[in-house]
Protein backbone atom coordinates (compact mmCIF):
# COMPACT_ATOMS: atom_id res chain seq x y z
CA UNK A 1 0.00 0.00 0.00
CA UNK A 2 1.19 3.38 -0.91
CA UNK A 3 1.69 5.77 2.21
CA UNK A 4 3.12 9.69 1.88
CA UNK A 5 3.60 11.03 4.93
CA UNK A 6 4.74 14.47 5.59
CA UNK A 7 5.99 16.44 8.32
CA UNK A 8 8.86 19.19 9.46
CA UNK A 9 6.52 22.20 9.00
CA UNK A 10 5.98 25.15 11.76
CA UNK A 11 6.24 28.39 12.55
CA UNK A 12 9.50 30.23 10.96
CA UNK A 13 9.92 33.97 10.80
CA UNK A 14 10.29 35.81 7.34
CA UNK A 15 13.99 34.92 6.37
CA UNK A 16 14.12 31.49 8.16
CA UNK A 17 14.63 28.20 6.94
CA UNK A 18 12.71 25.01 7.60
CA UNK A 19 13.46 21.29 6.28
CA UNK A 20 10.15 19.24 5.21
CA UNK A 21 10.24 15.37 4.85
CA UNK A 22 8.20 12.89 2.77
CA UNK A 23 8.46 9.71 3.98
CA UNK A 24 7.28 7.14 1.47
CA UNK A 25 6.34 3.46 1.84
CA UNK A 26 4.81 0.90 -0.88
CA UNK A 27 6.49 2.07 -4.03
CA UNK A 28 10.11 2.21 -5.45
CA UNK A 29 11.62 5.50 -6.49
CA UNK A 30 13.10 4.14 -9.33
CA UNK A 31 10.00 4.45 -11.11
CA UNK A 32 8.07 7.30 -9.62
CA UNK A 33 9.11 10.72 -8.84
CA UNK A 34 7.32 12.99 -6.02
CA UNK A 35 6.30 16.44 -5.95
CA UNK A 36 5.92 18.79 -3.36
CA UNK A 37 2.24 21.22 -3.63
CA UNK A 38 1.26 23.70 -1.53
CA UNK A 39 -1.86 25.11 -0.31
CA UNK A 40 -2.84 28.89 1.73
CA UNK A 41 -5.65 29.65 2.82
CA UNK A 42 -8.11 30.51 0.38
CA UNK A 43 -6.54 29.50 -2.79
CA UNK A 44 -5.54 26.84 -5.09
CA UNK A 45 -3.76 24.04 -4.67
CA UNK A 46 -0.28 24.63 -6.47
CA UNK A 47 2.72 22.94 -7.25
CA UNK A 48 6.23 23.90 -5.95
CA UNK A 49 8.88 21.61 -6.61
CA UNK A 50 9.40 18.06 -8.22
CA UNK A 51 12.21 15.33 -8.17
CA UNK A 52 11.67 12.80 -10.87
CA UNK A 53 12.30 8.89 -10.59
CA UNK A 54 15.18 7.89 -9.54
CA UNK A 55 15.91 11.21 -7.99
CA UNK A 56 17.30 12.55 -11.58
CA UNK A 57 15.65 15.96 -12.89
CA UNK A 58 14.27 18.90 -10.35
CA UNK A 59 11.91 21.64 -11.39
CA UNK A 60 10.83 24.24 -9.47
CA UNK A 61 7.86 26.82 -9.07
CA UNK A 62 9.41 30.18 -10.02
CA UNK A 63 7.90 31.64 -6.92
CA UNK A 64 10.53 29.27 -5.10
CA UNK A 65 13.72 28.96 -7.19
CA UNK A 66 16.56 30.28 -6.05
CA UNK A 67 14.90 29.20 -2.28
CA UNK A 68 14.18 25.74 -2.04
CA UNK A 69 16.07 22.41 -2.98
CA UNK A 70 14.26 19.16 -3.59
CA UNK A 71 16.52 16.25 -2.42
CA UNK A 72 16.13 12.76 -2.01
CA UNK A 73 17.22 9.56 0.16
CA UNK A 74 16.33 6.24 -1.22
CA UNK A 75 17.99 5.08 2.04
CA UNK A 76 15.95 6.28 3.97
CA UNK A 77 12.59 6.25 1.82
CA UNK A 78 12.69 10.21 1.46
CA UNK A 79 12.68 12.97 0.27
CA UNK A 80 13.35 16.49 1.37
CA UNK A 81 12.24 20.11 0.99
CA UNK A 82 15.22 22.42 1.87
CA UNK A 83 13.19 25.77 2.38
CA UNK A 84 15.13 29.04 2.85
CA UNK A 85 14.73 32.61 2.94
CA UNK A 86 10.69 31.94 3.29
CA UNK A 87 8.43 34.73 3.23
CA UNK A 88 4.97 35.66 4.50
CA UNK A 89 3.44 34.37 1.03
CA UNK A 90 4.93 30.65 1.49
CA UNK A 91 2.63 29.94 4.10
CA UNK A 92 0.57 27.08 3.62
CA UNK A 93 -0.16 23.50 4.16
CA UNK A 94 2.45 21.39 2.19
CA UNK A 95 1.79 18.28 0.65
CA UNK A 96 3.96 15.40 -1.39
CA UNK A 97 2.91 13.27 -3.72
CA UNK A 98 3.77 10.14 -5.93
CA UNK A 99 4.14 11.35 -9.35
CA UNK A 100 4.84 9.38 -12.74
CA UNK A 101 7.17 12.21 -14.37
CA UNK A 102 6.95 15.78 -13.31
CA UNK A 103 5.81 17.70 -16.17
CA UNK A 104 2.66 19.47 -15.51
CA UNK A 105 3.01 19.41 -11.60
CA UNK A 106 3.13 23.21 -11.59
CA UNK A 107 0.20 23.69 -13.99
CA UNK A 108 -3.25 24.56 -11.74
CA UNK A 109 -5.11 21.50 -11.12
CA UNK A 110 -2.42 18.82 -11.65
CA UNK A 111 -3.75 15.20 -10.64
CA UNK A 112 -1.34 13.29 -8.42
CA UNK A 113 -1.55 8.93 -8.55
CA UNK A 114 -2.96 8.77 -5.37
CA UNK A 115 -5.14 11.13 -2.90
CA UNK A 116 -3.59 14.05 -0.67
CA UNK A 117 -2.62 13.23 2.49
CA UNK A 118 -3.11 15.52 5.73
CA UNK A 119 0.27 18.04 4.49
CA UNK A 120 2.22 19.71 7.15
CA UNK A 121 1.60 23.13 8.03
CA UNK A 122 4.53 25.75 7.41
CA UNK A 123 3.61 28.98 8.51
CA UNK A 124 6.10 32.26 7.62
CA UNK A 125 5.40 35.62 10.27
CA UNK A 126 6.93 37.50 12.68
Known amino acids: QVQLVESGGGLVQPGGSLRLSCTAS????????IGWFRQATGKEREGVSC????????NYADSVKGRFTISGDDAKNAVYLQMKSLKPEDTGVYYC???????????????????WGQGTLVTVSS
Open 97 to 115: ARVLDCSGILMPGFTPLDA
Open 26 to 33: GFSFDYFG
Open 51 to 58: ISGNFGAT
